[in-house]
């Protein structure tokens, strides 16, 4: 669980660090809201700027401004009227703003543009096997997962299977749960493939 939340507030300071010097406050609720660190009790806004408190806290860098409650205000209220989120109240009295489908979009949008896979000073001499069988009906989102695979630097080694030399268990999981076809998607870690001479020549290792 402790590994999870890492790579999420990992994930959201790429997510707020990429693109413009200053990030909109609707952006980093929107990230927020798809990395699960928008829990809360109490008032609404009050619990928002609490959260944003804590996050830095937890060692997350900032060199964002500083919002104020009218601003988050106006922006929660603008992503509710365009159905981006949603606000649910817990059983333990807790609130949860989560993404709407059509928030889940836009979050895409603006998330996956930050995925890595970070190159090791040396390699560990294993390779990641990725391997999916997504139904038909997910067609859409399998395109979308082979593109985002070709863009990290993956070989197809089959129709549906993919490798890569670098830890990215957390990168394809993540990308594979924004898609929501993480359940058909194994990742195998694997010491020796039958062609590995010609994988480390394509990846030139």
Known sequence: MKKKKKAALDRWEDFISSGSTKAKVAQVLIGMAGFGLLVFGGAIIPGILIALKGLESSGVRNDREKYTKKQIDNALGNLRRKKLIKIIKEKDGKYKIKLTNKGKKRFLKLSLETIKIEKPPIWDRKWRIV????????????????????????KQLQKSVWVHPYECEDEILFTAEVFEVDKYVEIITAEKVLHEKVLKKSFCL
């Open 131 to 154: 391997i999916f069988d997504i139904p038909i009906k997910y067609n859409q989102a399998r395109a979308a997962l082979r593109m985002k695979m070709k863009e990290l630097g993956f």
